[in-house]
Nanobody, 124 residues
C-alpha cells in the first residue's frame, strides 16, 4: 500500500526558505511521477512541480520557477521541495502525490496517491 507522508511545513517570513519532504513507502517508485501541489483557502488545488523518479527530470510551474526546486533521494525514498524567496501568496497546504507513468501531469485528477499535506504560512 502506497503511503506518502509530508513534513517540513511551518511559518516563515516573506523572503525566507523552507524545505518540504515527502517520505514515500509501499512500493518501488522508479516508474512513477511524483508531484507537489498546493491549495490555499477558497482556491483550487494548484500544481507546483513534478519529478520523474527514475531519472530525476523535473517540471516546475511558471508561478514558482526559479524559486522552488523539486528533487528526490533514492536511498531515502524521499521527494523534496526546496522553497526559496517565499511570498505571502505561497501560503497554502502543500501535498505530495504519485502516479505511475512518464508524463508530467499537472492535473491533480491524474494522480492516484496523496499525502495528508503540510501547512506553509508566509507572513508579510
Amino acid at each position: 500500500q502506497v503511503q506518502l507522508v509530508e513534513s517540513g511545513g511551518g511559518v516563515v517570513q516573506a523572503g525566507g526558505s523552507l524545505r518540504l519532504s515527502c517520505a514515500a513507502s509501499g512500493r518501488t517508485f522508479s516508474g512513477y511521477i511524483m508531484g507537489w501541489f498546493r491549495q490555499a483557502p477558497q482556491k483550487e488545488r494548484e500544481f507546483v512541480a513534478a519529478i520523474r523518479w527514475s531519472v530525476g527530470n523535473t517540471y516546475t510551474a511558471d508561478s514558482v520557477k526559479g524559486r522552488f526546486t523539486i528533487s528526490r533521494d533514492n536511498a531515502e525514498n524521499t521527494v523534496y521541495l526546496e522553497m526559496n524567496s517565499l511570498k505571502p501568496e505561497d501560503t497554502a497546504r502543500y501535498y505530495c502525490a504519485a502516479v505511475r507513468g512518464i508524463l508530467f501531469y499537472t492535473a491533480d485528477g491524474r494522480y492516484d496517491y496523496w499525502g495528508q499535506g503540510t501547512q506553509v504560512t508566509v507572513s508579510s
